[in-house]
């Protein structure tokens, strides 16, 4: 990370190998080149606002609708050593995810973590933005679902 980040917070208890920290930053710009990358999106994948329009311009969408997935489930392209993860967190753009379903796709996501084996995921700060899902609720089921689970996990903010 670059030096004009904050001090990270970092959320974490003792019987979980699950690191959770959030820092100010870019996170085109800051992630390891080598940390895989996750954000929110609809089942269209429309990607027309927000950090996804910057996703959708450096990553394409090639291969994401041909792996039909659903509101609730991860899609997943491969980037040399790591991975993009688009959450599918909604039907369509101009939803709002409800908590159920923002719940069922960070628990994919810790599946699709768990068979890619990936131990360093970098997102910006999901669900809060256009979805307008609470912040604490956001952190709270990450530390939930990804408790036990053996990686770090970096969400960015500026």
């Known amino acids: ?26 996170l085109f710009n800051d992630a390891p080149a080598d940390s895989s990358l996750a954000h929110c999106v609809s089942a269209d994948f429309k990607m027309s606002k927000g950090i996804a329009k910057i996703f959708k311009k450096m990553y394409g969408t090639r291969g994401l609708f041909d792996q039909h997935k659903k509101v609730g489930q991860v899609a ?5 050593n790591r991975y993009i993860f688009y959450i599918i967190t909604k039907k369509i753009y101009s939803q709002k995810p409800t908590k159920e379903d923002f719940e069922s796709a960070i628990n994919d996501l810790r599946k699709v973590c768990e068979e890619k084996n990936v131990k360093l995921l970098c997102l910006p700060r999901i669900g809060t933005g256009l979805d307008k899902l609470p912040l604490e ?10 408790d036990g689970h053996e990686m770090k996990m970096i969400m960015f903010y500026l």
């Open 76 to 80: 997943t392209l491969p980037d040399n």
């Open 137 to 146: 609720y956001v952190h709270r089921t990450i530390r939930q679902v990804f």
């Open 1 to 26: 990370m670059s030096s004009n980040t904050s001090q990270p917070s970092q959320i974490s208890s003792e019987t979980s190998k699950f690191i959770f920290v959030e820092t100010r930053g870019d």
